[in-house]
């Protein structure tokens, strides 16, 4: 059973780059979360995607957007990059949506490097 | 809105001894509460979950943690530290205030475990 595999492992942009993520989730998940881990701190949320469709979203600004595809995939797109936007960027997959109780598994990562 | 607060941003610990490592939450509602893990980089696995069951949790690799409503606090325990456990442990509590779709977790700071022989 694969788990939730993200691509790249590793990006390096400039400043006003834009950049896209990939992330398929887990067998059986049908909704998939975004989240940003700079250096030394905890993941932040970004948004999440259900039913093709951004469902939810944290404080981030109008630069980052998704995207899911009908088999679940989803994109993670940010434009102009700034230096800060350099961090880890996790993907979570999860069922069920409506339960907070439910467990989200996360991906390996992509880490993102602005030059 | 939920808050975790992660108290001790890098505990050390013999091979062996006592590991506890500190989560307090704010909530206005019950709250959903995970300990995760992340080994250097990778990226995170589930520990354990609280979901209003049992207030005493296992989960895996002997951790467990409590749920303590009274102090707003979630601990992680394992009984004997193994140099494999050095790593950096998240807490989270699930965000449920929003028109019942499913809640995005908040994370704390992170508390980076180191083990030593």
């Known amino acids: 059973d694969a788990g939730v595999t993200q691509s790249p492992t590793h990006l390096i942009k400039t400043r006003g780059q834009q950049v896209t993520l990939r992330c398929s989730p887990k067998?059986?998940?049908?909704?998939v979360s975004w989240y940003q881990q700079a250096l030394g701190q905890g993941p932040q949320f970004i948004f999440q995607?259900?039913?093709?469709?951004?469902?939810q979203r944290g404080n981030f600004p109008d630069r980052f957007s998704g995207h899911q595809f009908p088999n679940y995939s989803s994109e993670l797109n940010v434009n102009a990059l700034l230096l800060g936007d350099s961090a880890l960027y996790l993907c979570?997959?999860?069922?069920?949506?409506?339960?907070?109780?439910?467990?989200?598994?996360f991906g390996p990562g992509t880490r993102l490097l602005v030059l | 809105a939920q808050s975790v607060t992660q108290l001790g941003s890098h505990v050390s610990v013999s091979e062996g001894a006592l590991v506890l490592l500190r989560c307090n939450y704010s909530?206005?509602?019950?709250?959903?509460l995970f300990w995760y893990v992340q080994y250097p980089n990778q990226g995170l696995q589930l520990l354990l979950k609280?979901?209003?069951?049992?207030?005493l949790v296992k989960g895996i690799n002997d951790f467990e943690a409590e749920f303590k409503k009274s102090e707003t606090s979630f601990h992680l325990t394992k009984p004997s530290a193994h140099m494999s456990d050095a790593a950096e442990y998240f807490c989270?509590?699930?965000?449920?205030?929003?028109?019942?779709?499913?809640?995005?977790?908040?994370f704390g700071k992170g508390t980076k475990l180191s083990v030593k022989p």
């Open positions: 609280y979901t209003s069951a049992a207030t």
């Open positions: 995607y259900y039913e093709e469709e951004e469902r």
């Open positions: 989270a509590v699930s965000d449920v205030n929003y028109g019942g779709s499913q809640g995005n977790l908040i």
């Open positions: 979570a997959s999860s069922s069920k949506p409506g339960l907070a109780r439910e467990t989200q598994y």
């Open positions: 909530s206005s509602v019950p709250p959903y």
């Open positions: 067998s059986g998940h049908d909704t």
